[in-house]
C-alpha cells in the first residue's frame, strides 16, 4: 500500500525568501513522485515528477525537489517566492510493481496551501 | 482547446436527484479516472477506467456509478445525491504506457448538493 503525508497543511512565507513544502511516502517498490499545483478556483497543473532518473527533479517556475530514498521524502523547494506561487500544492504518489510497470493509480496527500507576503 | 473537459463546470441540485458529471479528452489516453476533492482531505479516487471495457472501483465509490462510452468519454453518475456528495470533482486521464503515468486532470466540476 501506498501514503503519502504532507508535513505542514499551511506555510506562509515572505516574497522573495525561500519556499519549502515537506513530503514524506511510504510504498512497496519504486515509486513515482509527483507534485501538483492547484491555483485558486484552477484545476491541477503538474510542477514537476520523479520517475526514478536523476533523484534532483527541476520543475516549472523555478520549483524543484529531491528524492531521498533513506528518508523516504521528496521536499519541494524554490530559492525565492513569487506572489504568483501562492497556490495549494499537492504530493502524490504512484506505487510500481516489482517489474517497474506503474499501477496506474495516485495517492494524494492533504495538500499544503503556500501564502506568500508582500 | 483543453485536452480533458467537463461538463458541466458548476451544478447545483437537491437531495434524491440523479445526477451525471461528464468528462471528454482529445489526449487519445486509454487510461481515465474519477476524483473528488475535500478541504483538507486532498484527492480522494472514486472509479477509473484502464480501457473501455475495464472499469475499476476505487477508495469511496459508495453511491456513485460511471460509464465509459468511448475511449474518449468517462461519465460519473450520482444515483441519489446527498449532501455530504457536495465536493469539486477531477476527471482524470493518462496513457497507461509504463512508467510514465502523469495524470492529466480536467479543470474540475463544482458540485453542491442541498
Known amino acids: 500500500a501506498q501514503s503519502v503525508t504532507q508535513l505542514d497543511s499551511h506555510v506562509s512565507v515572505s516574497e522573495g525568501t525561500p519556499v519549502l513544502l515537506r513530503c514524506n511516502y511510504s510504498?512497496?517498490?519504486?515509486?513515482?513522485l509527483f507534485w501538483y499545483v492547484q491555483h485558486p478556483n484552477k484545476g491541477l497543473q503538474l510542477l514537476l515528477k520523479y520517475t526514478s532518473a536523476a533523484t534532483l527533479v527541476k520543475g516549472i517556475n523555478g520549483f524543484e525537489a529531491e528524492f531521498k530514498k533513506s528518508e523516504t521524502s521528496f521536499h519541494l523547494t524554490k530559492p525565492s517566492a513569487h506572489m504568483s506561487d501562492a497556490a495549494e500544492y499537492f504530493c502524490v504518489v504512484s506505487d510500481q510493481n516489482a517489474g517497474g510497470t506503474s499501477y496506474g493509480k495516485l495517492t494524494f496527500g492533504q495538500g499544503t496551501i503556500l501564502t506568500v507576503h508582500p | 482547446d483543453a485536452d480533458v473537459t467537463q461538463t458541466p463546470r458548476n451544478r447545483i441540485t437537491k437531495t434524491g436527484k440523479r445526477i451525471m458529471l461528464e468528462c471528454s479528452q482529445t489526449?487519445?489516453?486509454?487510461?481515465m479516472y474519477w476524483y473528488r476533492q475535500d478541504p483538507g482531505l486532498g484527492l480522494r479516487l472514486i472509479y477509473y477506467s484502464f480501457d473501455v471495457k475495464d472499469i475499476n472501483k476505487g477508495e469511496i465509490s459508495d453511491g456513485y456509478s460511471v460509464s465509459r462510452q468511448a475511449q474518449a468519454k468517462f461519465s460519473l453518475s450520482l444515483e441519489s445525491a446527498i449532501p455530504n456528495q457536495t465536493a469539486l470533482y477531477f476527471c482524470?486521464?493518462?496513457?497507461?504506457?509504463?512508467?510514465?503515468?502523469?495524470?492529466?486532470f480536467g479543470p474540475g466540476t463544482r458540485l453542491l448538493v442541498l
Open positions: 489526449k487519445g489516453h486509454d487510461r
Open positions: 510504498s512497496s517498490y519504486s515509486p513515482s
Open positions: 482524470a486521464t493518462s496513457p497507461g504506457q509504463g512508467r510514465e503515468e502523469t495524470q492529466y
